[in-house]
């Protein structure tokens, strides 16, 4: 039997991971905006809490670190960075390392430029990326502390992951996204026909991910910033792809 995986939300627009192994039944938890929308989770599920995976410091990614520790005694892994103040962990993990949840394997890859901490958790085996606030469907993450150059290096880490693979990103901002990338890209079919199933997705108050990979790869323009069309259509033919992302990321910025 292969993982469960649930979503839920958290504070205004965050979104809440679980995957639980039935084998053993270990639970991972990946990040934790706050504790009660992941307390509720487990209660309903009838599943308790043996680690939390944390992909970078920010305060609504570890929000609910402490409270979830005290109350489970579960191991807390976090990035490799100790510079940013990050509470009880057990753990510390940089690329390459792989995690056990049970009989769950997670594979860690650093993704840095939203900030220099950032790590994302493979689940090769459950084709499931957890790429928090990197990559996001039909986005990626401002670049707060990296620089463009590093950001799309982390891009194309996670863009190199097979198409069959699903994303599970840190925010439902794919609406917003969507809305952006039109005006870069108004002729992309596959584009439009995401923002048809996001219009449907939201009007029934639905989570618009799980995104498939290869969708992304198609439809994302920030994961597109190496097409010449791309380039072209920011008046930018010729450019290096990392400047013509960090253009995409500046007009993102200010949209």
Known sequence: ????????PCL?????????DPATKATASIDAPEAAPVIKALEHEGWTLTDIL???????????VAELKQKYGCRVVAPHDKTTKIGNVDLRVAQG?????GSLLARVLETPGHTLDHVSYVFDNEK?????????????????EGTYPMMWDSLLKLRALPDDFDLYCGHE????????????????????????EVTRLRAANQPTIPAKLGDEK???????????????????KGASADKVFG????????S
């Open 128 to 144: 499931t990326l957890f790429a928090a606030d990197t990559l996001f469907s039909i986005g990626c993450g401002r670049v707060f």
């Open 12 to 20: 205004s627009d965050n979104f809440g991971y679980l995957i639980h």
């Open 218 to 236: 198609k439809a994302n323009v920030f994961l597109r910033a190496d097409e010449p069309s791309v380039a072209a259509n920011l008046r930018m």
């Open 1 to 8: 039997m292969s993982a469960e995986i649930r979503l839920f």
């Open 97 to 101: 390392d792989v995690l056990k949840i």
């Open 54 to 64: 944390i992909t970078h410091h920010h305060g609504d990614h570890v929000g609910g």
């Open 173 to 196: 901002y794919t609406a917003s996204n969507i809305k952006f990338a039109l005006t870069v890209e108004p002729d992309n079919a596959a584009l439009k026909a995401r923002a048809e």
């Open 247 to 254: 253009e995409l990321r500046e007009r993102k910025n200010k």
